[in-house]
């Protein structure tokens, strides 16, 4: 069984319909959907395969054997592996941001309000977990991550109760901090640890200045023509992906302030090929409800 559904499948290979030869980048290949669907409308194209997560990149090599002469599998963080492609003619970058369905559901990751273990980290190489953010952070430093990466509403008593908690016994596994947490705050629709899970998960993994340095290493190696397109989850992520994309398309890159440009007006790197994000349609959410927050954008280099 494959344990990951691509959203927006259909609309991110349209995206690059002008795409003939060259490099694709999949840079979050996960479990190979989206690659898979790369390689099979794009009969000319080499990809290369890059995920942080061993597991999920050992899954994908077996999918995608049959095209193994055309893939190159790296198993890194998309912005450290980038840079070492700089000299190849590159037709497309991919970016499906986030954490996969099997990342969420397997126990042993600790991603799921079931697991034993308090981990969350996407790279199984790095040190720093979920265990670190929950049991050493500061009760300013938690009330900051759950105020600014979830938009907690309880996020100052939530922090206190964790601060306090810990003192007698520290927190080890995600299943544990889940109950915790639903004991502090009112049931709703979610679970109640659903907004606190999402801004240490978020904190665990960098998952913002990830995304930016993603992005920057993106505009350093693209080439005339490369499309990009980037598939993001929530809105701090699409608004990052948004204005980097808007800032790329500008002439002028002079602050608002500024009496009269100072910059040249030759800042511009290409087009916004969206200028909507695509969304799911309302037959993808009911087969796939993991697609309802999904937004996908796309430039193209000049
Ligand atoms: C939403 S899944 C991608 C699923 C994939 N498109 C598919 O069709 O199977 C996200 C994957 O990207 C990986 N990932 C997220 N951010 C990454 C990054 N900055 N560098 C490398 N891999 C990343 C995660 O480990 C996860 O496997």
């Known amino acids: 069984m494959i344990p990951h559904i691509p959203v927006l499948l259909n609309e991110t290979v349209a995206l690059f319909e002008d795409m003939s030869d060259g490099y694709f980048i999949d840079c979050t290949c996960g479990f190979g959907g989206h690659s898979e669907a790369i390689l099979q409308h794009y009969p000319n194209v080499k990809l290369i395969a890059i995920d942080q997560d061993s ?3 050992d899954f994908a090599k077996q999918r995608l054997s049959k095209y193994a002469d055309r893939i190159t599998f790296v198993n890194k963080r998309a912005s450290d592996a980038l840079g070492e492609f700089a000299n190849l003619p590159i037709s497309g970058i991919l970016a499906d941001i986030g954490v996969s369905s099997y990342q969420l559901d397997e126990d042993a990751r600790g991603f799921n309000f079931n697991s034993d273990t308090l981990d969350m980290r996407m790279n199984q190489k ?12 500061s009760k300013e430093q938690l009330e900051r991550i759950f ?14 109760a ?7 016994k520290k927190f080890t596994s ?4 889940a109950e915790f947490i639903a004991t502090l705050i009112p049931k709703g629709k979610i679970h109640p640890a659903t907004k606190a899970f999402q801004a240490i998960r978020i904190e665990v993994n960098n998952e913002l200045e990830e995304l930016h340095k993603l992005l920057d290493a993106t505009l350093k190696i693209s080439n005339k023509g490369t499309i990009v397109g980037v598939i993001t989850f929530h809105s701090l992520e699409d608004r990052i992906v948004k204005n980097t994309f808007k800032q790329w398309q500008q002439r002028c890159i002079c602050p608002p ?3 009269r440009c100072e910059c040249g007006r030759d800042n511009h790197k290409g087009y916004v090929l969206t200028k909507k994000p695509i969304t799911a349609s309302k037959e993808e959410v009911l087969a796939n409800p993991r697609s309802r927050s999904a937004k996908l954008r796309g430039f ?3």
Request: hydrophobic share 40%.
């Open 174 to 177: 995600s299943k544990e901090l």
């Open 126 to 137: 790095q040190e720093f977990s979920a265990y670190d953010v929950v049991n050493y952070y």
């Open 257 to 259: 302030e500024a009496m």
């Open 162 to 168: 964790i601060v306090t908690a810990r003192k007698h």
């Open 147 to 160: 105020k600014e990466f979830a938009d907690e509403r309880f996020y100052k008593k939530i922090a206190q």
């Open 55 to 57: 597991d999920a990149l």
């Open 300 to 302: 193209r280099f000049r």
